[in-house]
Every structure is written in C-alpha cells, then in structure tokens.
Nanobody, 125 residues
Framework: QVQLVESGGGLVQAGGSLRLSCAAS????????MGWFRQAPGKEREFVSS????????LYADSVKGRFTISRDNAKNTVYLQMNSLKPEDTAVYYC??????????????????WGQGTQVTVSS
C-alpha cells in the first residue's frame, strides 16, 4: 500500500483559497487513482473529487464543482486540491485517498484502499 501525507490545510476567510497537497510514498504513484474526501463535524465522510492515474480524467461533487480543482504531478508523487471561493460549509477534515487501478475514478470510500490522516480546513464567515 501507498503511504499518504496531506498538507496545506488551515484557517481562511470565506471567499479565500487554499491548496491542499498529498504526498505519496513509493515508486508506482502513476498506477493509482487518487481522491479527496472530507468530513465535517457530526457528519459522514463525503466524496469531494477524484482523478485517474494519468490525470486525464477528473470528477467532482456538485457542491465543489467550479470552485475546486484536482490535479496530480506523477513525477513528484503528489496530488493537489486547489480550493477557491471557499465557503463556511467547506469546513472539514480533508482526506487524501488512493487505489492502485487504471479503472474508473471512484466516488465511494470503498473505491480507495489507502488513506491519509487528514488535514483540517476551517473557513470563517
């Protein structure tokens, strides 16, 4: 399994931006589809975005479409989540996830076998 470490979270005002990074260990990062999920206090973990192994296909939850952008740099073993126009309802712990497959991007937690420990994003109103 791949080891994942998220970074880039923090406190930001509504309307601001943050960029999350997820660094993966191992030499086969390009074999993995990657995803971002989030969990707000008192709520279940939910899908945010995913990207296929090459970066050529992406998928977003309706709640973030047009505001968030997922990307990856396979040479750096890193996936990113650029978050713009942040809203208080985006406040959550954001988790990076990975699954070794060339298949579909995945939207369910069960589509991913490796998880990071999460990074807190807090958006103040």
């Amino acid at each position: 399994q791949v080891q994942l470490v998220e970074s880039g979270g923090g406190l930001v005002q509504a309307g601001g931006s943050l960029r999350l990074s997820c660094a993966a260990s191992g030499r086969t990062f390009s074999n993995y589809r990657m995803g971002w999920f989030r969990q707000a206090p008192g709520k279940e973990r939910e899908f945010v975005s995913s990207i296929n192994w090459s970066g050529g296909r992406t998928l977003y939850a309706d709640s973030v479409k047009g505001r968030f952008t997922i990307s990856r740099d396979n040479a750096k073993n890193t996936v990113y989540l650029q978050m713009n126009s942040l809203k208080p309802e985006d406040t959550a712990v954001y988790y990076c996830a990975a699954e070794r497959t060339y298949g579909n991007m995945g939207v369910m937690q069960s589509d991913f076998g490796s998880w990071g420990q999460g990074t807190q994003v807090t958006v103040s109103s």
